[in-house]
């Protein structure tokens, strides 16, 4: 995203106009691409990118009139470079389209908002189905017997110190071993 640091949109520039320069031959796609995102820059961009690409309008003026072998693909070349230097040589046609790319922007993002917010309602009205007793739902289930199955007695507590009266029997000792090898 060129909008964090206009060092970073410098250096894609610079990287633009070399591919730019090396377009002839089989490299025709290099120009296209270039144009491409040129334009993107140009519409979806910070304003600084205008200023940037500004500064090679002569050489988008020079690829209005590429000529390459393949008839179709110097064609392209040139359309996208008419367009891209229309859009830099008619400042008013530029900002508006930006005006309308940044609408669109903003409707899509809209709509993406709206689109999860339904989702999350769905999940909700979903969950709220979900929101039954145990009784309930065991009614539901087996409806001949809806009696629940008592809970198990608790199990008695566990053994505490000895009562009185009653002495306490010393722990085992295990057995010494040493004279059975003998």
Not at 150 to 157: D, V
Request: hydrophobic fraction near 40%; include cysteine; proline fraction near 8%.
């Amino acid at each position: 995203d060129s909008r964090e640091s206009s060092a970073v949109l410098v250096d894609l520039v610079a990287v633009i106009w070399e591919r730019l320069a090396d377009c002839r031959g089989m490299q025709w796609k290099h120009a296209l691409f270039s144009l491409q995102i040129i334009r993107e820059l140009l519409l979806h961009g910070p304003l600084a990118a205008i200023v940037e690409i500004s500064d090679g309008l002569g050489r988008v003026r020079t690829l209005k009139s590429y000529v390459d072998s393949g008839v179709k693909n110097s064609q392209q070349v040139r359309d996208a470079a008419a367009h891209v230097y229309d859009l830099l040589a008619d400042r008013t046609k530029l900002f508006t389209q930006r005006r309308a790319a940044a609408e669109s922007r903003r409707k899509v993002r809209s709509k993406e908002r709206m689109d999860v917010r339904d989702s999350r309602a769905g999940r909700d009205k979903r969950l709220a189905l979900l929101r039954v007793t145990f009784r309930d739902m065991h009614v539901a289930v087996a409806p001949r017997g809806a009696r629940v199955a008592p809970a198990p007695p608790p199990p008695p507590p566990p053994p505490t110190a000895a009562a009185p009266g009653q002495q306490r029997q010393p722990p085992l000792q295990p057995k010494a071993y040493a004279n059975d090898l003998l």
